[in-house]
């Protein structure tokens, strides 16, 4: 169900590659709540992706732009301001990528070029983006910017590596640039902490399923899902959300909150009592 939260709103959204992509779902509803927008990936994950589908069932543009790049964020800003014939309303940055993760290297032994370029795509690209529009006055007052992030940059969850400092860095920028932005030109900035979520980057993380399970099993509402973080997104890029800024928001299903659910520890007795059957003892 349409609400038309977005009429009149436009919007540029970063990350979308297919339809697994959280970016893909709130291209969906941004445009489904009466948003104009732009969709934006690298030159080369358009080629590969499904980008370009996306934009003709959404009849909206696709502008290749590297958000790690000033000159492509320039180019992208000035030609959406053309195209839409003034500022935008919102922006939605869902990038992440790690060498180190996809070349299984563990966080006790990273590469450190391939760690210079994680916190580059997957944090500093934030920073670039927030900059440049600034600077180009790109974004109407009372705009707002979302990220995408993961609980993992306040806890430690086993294989997600250097992608948990990624996303520490992210939410402190939001942080950082939110109290600038809002106090110059009332345009908020915040995070969504979201759920392990089945996109094309989430299953390359190690033990990505597991992680997802427990999750599952650890949340009184059970994790949210892509159209879940899409809805959130929506009332964040709308005026219901017009003060809310510098906010790391969990949509995790209570994921957050709890210590130990039930379900999660329903497993682990089980597990400790198998354990104990079959070795007579419990090996720490």
């Known amino acids: 169900m349409a609400y038309n939260l977005l009429k009149g709103k436009k919007g540029i ?11 893909w779902k709130v291209a969906e509803r941004a445009v489904e709540e009466g948003a104009e927008i732009i969709l934006s990936n690298t030159a080369m994950s358009i080629r590969m992706g499904d980008l370009n589908a996306l934009a003709e069932k959404l009849n909206c543009k696709v502008i ?40 299984k290297r563990p966080y006790d032994d990273l590469n450190y070029e391939y760690m210079k370029k994680t916190l ?15 600077k ?31 996303k520490s860095m992210l939410e402190s920028i939001a942080r950082s640039f939110g109290y600038i932005y809002g106090r110059d030109k009332k345009i908020r900035i915040n995070t969504i902490s979201q759920s392990p979520t089945i996109t094309t980057a989430g299953q390359g993380i190690k ?11 650890m ?19 709308s ?34 009592d198998d354990m104990k059957h ?7």
């Open 278 to 284: 079959n070795m007579d003892k419990i090996v720490d």
């Open 64 to 103: 290749a732009c590297d958000a790690s790049s000033v000159e492509d964020l320039e180019n992208l800003f000035k030609e959406s301001m053309e195209h839409f014939g003034g500022q935008i309303d919102f922006i939605l940055h869902s990038i992440g990528m790690s060498v180190n993760v996809r070349k």
């Open 13 to 23: 959204i970063f990350g979308a590659l297919n339809d697994l992509s959280i970016a």
């Open 120 to 134: 580059d795509v997957s944090a500093i690209s934030f920073h670039k983006l927030l900059q440049t529009a600034r």
């Open 219 to 237: 949340s009184p509402l059970g994790n949210a899902t892509a159209e879940d973080c899409a809805n959130y997104c929506i009332v964040m890029f």
């Open 239 to 272: 005026d219901l959300t017009k003060k809310v800024t510098m906010q790391n928001l969990f949509n995790d299903g209570g994921f957050s909150n709890v210590g130990m659910s039930w379900r999660a520890m329903n497993v682990y007795s089980t597990s400790l």
């Open 207 to 217: 033990g990505f399923m597991d992680l997802l399970d427990f999750s599952e099993r």
């Open 136 to 166: 180009l006055d790109a974004i109407r007052d009372w705009g707002s910017v979302v990220a995408l992030s993961y609980i993992a940059a306040q806890r430690t969850f086993y294989g997600y590596n250097e992608m948990a400092d990624a």
